[in-house]
């Protein structure tokens, strides 16, 4: 009997050692469901349009400085939640190159657009630091202007000097875009961004395919450029 009743007092002792464990386990569980459920609350709470940015690439006008050819362009990126934005990338590209071997001039300038959306894949997605990925589809169509091309004439043995004017050109390529966006202060963001540009169809003229594509960078069925941005975002 006595030992009947000691194994049932411990039996009794353990289990209200368990009801407090079970209950705080209880009450973390329901606390951690109020706090997701008051995490969706917000997220629910934010506004679809968060505002829109403006700015520029310093990368385009840097090369124009220094080179044969660049860009200046105009960015307008909307914000949806923190998480996408849709972005407008319009622009003016030219280029003036002579190769320093044939004597060969090109010439050529005219504006360009891209259009897209990028992706915020931060799991935070209103912190200071956006890491975006998205895409664009860019299109142009514009002259271009080369010469001279001495041609040698093997019956006359002559040179005859040809040059192609006002060649009519259109170009619509592919970008795969992957950078960070960062605030500086307050409203002012600085950003930079790797785009791999595939070409996707072009229309070029008997004069052949030109030495640089406005907005798409020199020719080539693909190649791999950078942007860095300073943006305004509102």
């Known amino acids: 009997m006595t030992k009947r009743f000691n194994i049932l007092f411990f039996v009794c002792i353990a289990i209200s050692m368990l009801l407090p464990t079970e209950t705080l386990a209880q009450r973390y569980g329901f606390h951690k469901r109020q706090r997701t ?28 400085a220094v080179g044969d050819y660049g860009q200046y362009e105009l960015i ?10 849709p972005t407008v990338e319009v622009g003016y590209g030219s280029a003036d190159k002579t190769d320093d071997a044939t004597g060969i001039r090109y010439k050529t300038g005219a504006p360009f657009g891209r259009v897209g959306i990028d992706f915020n894949v931060m799991k935070n997605k209103h912190d200071l630091y956006r890491v975006l990925v998205g895409a664009r589809y860019g299109y142009t169509s514009f002259n271009y202007d080369i010469g001279p091309l001495v041609i040698d004439d093997p019956v006359w043995r002559t040179k005859d000097t040809y040059e192609a004017t006002d060649q009519k050109c259109s170009y619509g390529w592919f970008e795969a875009v992957a950078g960070i966006d960062a605030t500086l202060w307050k409203f002012i963001h600085l950003g930079w961004s790797v785009r791999y540009r595939a070409r996707l169809h072009q229309k070029i003229p008997d004069a052949g395919e030109p030495y640089y594509v406005p907005g798409y960078g020199k020719k080539g069925s693909s190649r791999i450029g950078a942007m860095f941005n300073v943006m305004f975002e509102f």
């Open 37 to 64: 459920a008051e995490e969706k609350a917000l997220e629910d709470s934010i506004p679809l349009f968060r505002g829109v940015a403006v700015g520029t690439d310093l990368v385009g006008p840097v090369m124009r």
């Open 76 to 85: 307008v990126r909307g914000n949806l939640k923190d998480r996408y934005f």
